[in-house]
């Protein structure tokens, strides 16, 4: 059972390049969340959905587009990426509202 | 507003209990969340409290919250250099129409001999 894999999980980028964060989970859960990890603070949610073919803005959604076509994926797109993304990206999943969330191992981004 | 605070360091022997505390803002939120990052990992959900409890024990965990200063702590009993981590304080929060975490800055927990 592998929960929440993410891929990449290193990155770094260009400014102004384009790249999609994939994060797929086995657990069947509806719910599933894109949070950005800054140093001395804490995760900051980007996007999250709330089941197949939904998706919502979370805290800090720009610069950030993200896809749900299916399920079990959750996708997150940098269309145009600047240093300011530079980041630890995380993403998770839940079963339903207030389920404590599962979390992926993260991403590390850097944007040159 | 919506605001989770964490001490930033804390240092305890090998052995010692380690006490985390947390302050959050949201009295609406119905569950309160610790979880613990390993360098180089992703959070690992280490326990979770009801808004209705007051304390929660599990082995070596102890979580006890106190609404009406709405605060909250983790005791870690016997604490071996294997908890030496990052250890996040969430309370679960449904502000702008949504479920959502919201997380403290976390606590960095070093035990030395």
């Known amino acids: 059972n592998a929960g929440v894999t993410q891929t990449p999980k290193f990155r770094v980028l260009k400014t102004g390049q384009s790249m999609t964060l994939l994060c797929a989970q086995d657990m069947n859960h509806e719910y599933m969340y894109w949070y950005r990890q800054d140093p001395g603070m804490g995760l900051r949610l980007i996007h999250y959905?709330?089941?197949?073919?939904?998706?919502a803005k979370g805290e800090v959604p720009d610069g950030y587009n993200v896809s749900r076509l299916k399920k079990q994926n959750f996708l997150l797109g940098l269309e145009s990426a600047a240093p300011s993304q530079t980041s630890v990206y995380f993403c998770?999943?839940?079963?339903?509202?207030?389920?404590?969330?599962?979390f992926g191992d993260g991403t590390r981004l850097s944007i040159l | 507003g919506e605001d989770v605070e964490q001490s930033l360091f804390l240092s305890v022997r090998e052995g010692d209990s380690s006490v985390i505390n947390c302050t959050y803002t949201d009295s609406s939120s119905t569950y309160l969340y610790w979880y613990k990052q390993e360098p180089g990992a992703g959070l690992q959900l280490l326990t979770y409290?009801?808004?209705?409890?007051d304390m929660k024990q599990d082995q070596r965990l102890t979580v006890l919250l106190n609404k009406k200063d709405k605060h909250l702590s983790l005791r870690i009993a016997d604490t071996q250099t294997g908890d030496s981590a990052i250890y996040f304080c969430?309370?679960?929060?449904?502000?702008?129409?949504?479920?959502?975490?919201?997380f403290g800055a976390g606590t960095r927990l070093a035990v030395h001999p």
């Open positions: 998770a999943s839940t079963r339903g509202p207030n389920q404590p969330q599962h």
């Open positions: 969430a309370e679960s929060n449904k502000a702008g129409g949504y479920n959502k975490l919201i």
């Open positions: 959905s709330v089941g197949e073919g939904t998706t």
């Open positions: 409290i009801f808004s209705n409890m």
